[in-house]
């Protein structure tokens, strides 16, 4: 269902694209410093994901979910970077975030010879993921040199099959036994291909040699990356608790781009 999801949307915005880019091509260039530059762009640039949810079904110990940081790198193309309106679109590598957790243990749930809580936290990323964004693109000129932007588009991502665990154990003073008491065992989709919807909003400044950009998005994914459960056991005093742990994959982030000055040949063209 979301696939085919997926794939009507973005046949949706490929035939607009189509029926916009013959209308744009009777149009002259409406901002002429812009066409110096090349349609090309090399992008880059911090991603900050949302927190983690965790469903607790029974038991009190639970965890904590922490932001996690991510990157994005790769390019786009503009189809018409001189125009009001364009369309951009491009190819994006990124790791994607597993977990980034903090806890807690009480001491009277271990063994003797620990005399204080344990309190730990860690992170984990998965593979990389590969996505092409579909975007439509409001350019205004708001100075000599400046632009301001706004758009609003689809992403597909390629995100490999994977599952991820993490495991507490713990053992008595001579390593005669041991207990695992927290476990964390996730999951990404039974599918590869994830859809998302883009909103952004950002700035262009040309400059002499190139057409510098940033840019401000959100994105949302139709449905969440990773999932899973934990559970916490083997306790000395406290009874289990379990509960279910979705990460949405959604994420803000800080994009700038760059675009080369055409050649004096090209520009002559």
């Known amino acids: 269902m979301v696939i085919n999801l997926i794939k009507n949307t973005m046949v949706g915005i490929i035939l607009t694209i189509v029926l916009l880019s013959e209308a744009q091509g009777q149009l002259n260039s409406q901002y002429p410093v812009l066409s110096r530059y090349r349609k090309w762009s090399i992008i880059a640039g911090p991603v900050f994901y949302n927190k983690a949810r965790i469903y607790p ?99 597909v991502m390629y995100f490999p099959k994977g599952d991820s665990y993490y495991g507490l154990l713990i053992s008595n003073e001579d390593n005669t036994e041991s207990r695992e008491i927290f476990g964390l065992n996730l999951h990404s989709q039974d599918y590869k291909f994830y859809g998302s919807f883009i909103v952004g909003t950002g700035a262009s400044f040309a400059m002499k040699k190139l057409l510098l950009k940033a840019n401000l998005i959100y994105v ?44 004096k040949k090209k520009l002559c063209e």
């Open 57 to 155: 079904q029974y038991g009190e110990y639970t965890f904590k979910n922490r932001p996690m940081w991510g990157f994005n790198a790769g390019f786009e193309y503009d189809f018409y970077p001189d125009r009001q309106w364009s369309f951009i679109t491009g190819f994006l590598v990124a790791y994607e975030p597993i977990y980034n957790i903090k806890y807690r243990i009480l001491k009277q749930d271990l063994y003797p010879q620990y005399t204080e809580d344990i309190v730990d936290k860690y992170k984990s990323y998965s593979f990389l993921s590969y996505s092409v964004p579909l975007l439509l693109r409001l350019n205004i000129q708001s100075g000599k040199n400046s632009f301001v932007n706004f758009l609003s588009g689809l992403k």
């Open 220 to 263: 949302i994914n139709f449905t969440s990356t990773i999932e899973g459960e934990y559970q916490f056991n083997n306790l000395f005093t406290s009874p289990p608790a379990r509960g279910n742990y979705k990460l949405s994959g959604n994420y803000l982030g800080l994009l700038i781009s760059a675009s080369l000055k055409k050649s």
